[in-house]
């Protein structure tokens, strides 16, 4: 009995191996036929914006310093600093004593000048007469013609130097030149001012509208040019728009109007400065903000955008991407990229019509690879994908999975 106990272990050991290598090969996974799953993007040609992203800051559309015209004494101010005034609004007001004694005197001497042509007048009109009875001689009437010409000479001298009184006079009243925001005076009532003084009394900011002055490249310039030349580009023409964001990121709500380009550029740092017109009625943009503008440069007709996930480098530093076939077999292909375009790159070269780019799952294909293709949507505000109502396997595809 004890004899027979080896044997018997070694038909149960082998029956059970037997069973194990059945079992080990019906539960074997068949991944011999499986493609793994890509998402795609199908392109076509279009009308593309282009558009450029500069800094830029914003100015006053209008600027004026408020400085005396005359000399005196501040007698009142009658604004508040920082308020808005209005174009004509008395800002200051000098003591107009001498300057109203002296417009008093030239009213006066024009009278005086004015009371002495009627007499003169009179004088020429009787000696013409008389000189043709030989009453009077030729020389006496040249002499009262000339008088009567000094008098009315002097009342014309008599009614400028009323005119300059006047304008001195109105001048003890300082005016606001334009519409804006008044800053911090520098003069307070009682102090001496004088019309050739240096420092501005105040300074008025036009606030609405306001300009942004935005600097772009010289090379960049020049690239653009050559591509609207060339016909790549269509020029935007003098209508172009701009939009803007803000210093913390956000987008300002009103759009501007390109108003136009230096003619020179910068030479220390190679840059040409443009400038732009924005709506700014809630007083938003205060001079001095840096801003980022977006330009819009022109359009690009017919042209491809390949989303920017999709495009890699090889390992001589070209950028590449997949493409599915319609058998389904994925191919690396170069591609000729010319700029980026949101969450896409703007491509010159190495695509056609209906080509299909991988955007997801290329990190498990490689170059002639048998894959399914399922259709995507690219947002193109934030890059996300975004799956269609409906995804087309390729030719002979095992039934579709969803997207990993």
Not at 113 to 136: F, H, W
Not at 349 to 365: A, K, L, N, S, W
Request: glycine fraction near 6%; charged fraction near 20%.
């Amino acid at each position: 009995m004890m004899m027979r106990l080896p044997g018997a272990l070694a038909v149960v050991s082998l029956i059970a191996l037997a069973g194990c290598s059945d079992g080990g090969q019906q539960s074997g996974p068949p991944t011999a036929n499986v493609r793994p799953q890509v998402s795609v993007v199908t392109l076509h040609p279009q009308a593309v914006v282009l558009t450029a992203d500069v800094p830029g800051r914003t100015a006053a559309s209008l600027v004026a310093e408020v400085r005396p015209q005359v000399t005196g004494i501040i007698r009142a101010r009658n604004f508040r600093e920082g308020s808005e005034v209005k174009a004509g609004d008395v800002l200051y007001e000098i003591d107009p004593a001498v300057y109203q004694a002296t417009y008093d005197s030239a009213v006066a001497a024009l009278k005086k000048a004015e009371a002495a042509v009627p007499s003169a007048q009179a004088k020429v009109d009787r000696y013409r007469s008389l000189t043709s009875q030989d009453a009077v001689s030729r020389q006496d009437l040249d002499d009262a013609a000339s008088t009567l010409a000094q008098a009315q000479a002097e009342v014309a001298a008599e009614k400028a130097a009323v005119d300059s009184a006047r304008i001195n006079l109105d001048y003890t009243k300082i005016r606001a030149p334009i519409s804006g925001r008044i800053d911090a005076s520098s003069v307070t009532v009682g102090a001496l001012v004088t019309e050739a003084q240096t420092t501005a009394l105040a300074t008025i900011n036009q606030l609405d509208p306001i300009n942004v002055d935005v600097t772009q490249s010289s090379t960049d310039l020049l690239e653009l040019r050559r591509a609207i030349a060339s016909g790549q580009i269509k020029s935007s023409g003098t209508n172009v728009s701009v939009a803007l964001r803000l210093e913390d990121g956000s987008r300002y709500d009103e759009a501007g109007a390109f108003q136009f380009a230096e003619a020179s550029v910068a030479a220390t740092v190679g840059t040409v400065t443009a400038r732009a017109t924005f709506p700014n009625p809630d007083r938003l943009l205060l001079p001095g903000m840096y801003v980022r503008a977006t330009i819009e440069e022109g359009v690009a007709p017919n042209s491809f955008l390949v989303p920017q996930r999709a495009v890699t480098r090889n390992l001589k530093g070209a950028p590449v991407a997949f493409f599915v076939d319609a058998d389904g077999t994925v191919h690396q292909r170069e591609i000729s990229v010319r700029r980026s375009v949101g969450n896409s790159w703007l491509v010159a070269g190495g695509v056609t019509d209906g080509d299909r780019v991988v955007v997801e799952g290329g990190q498990r294909i490689r170059d002639g690879q048998a894959v399914t293709a399922a259709e995507v949507q690219i947002d193109e505000a934030t890059g996300d994908i975004r799956q269609v109502a409906s995804a087309a396997p390729a030719k002979d595809a095992a039934a579709p999975h969803s997207i990993d």
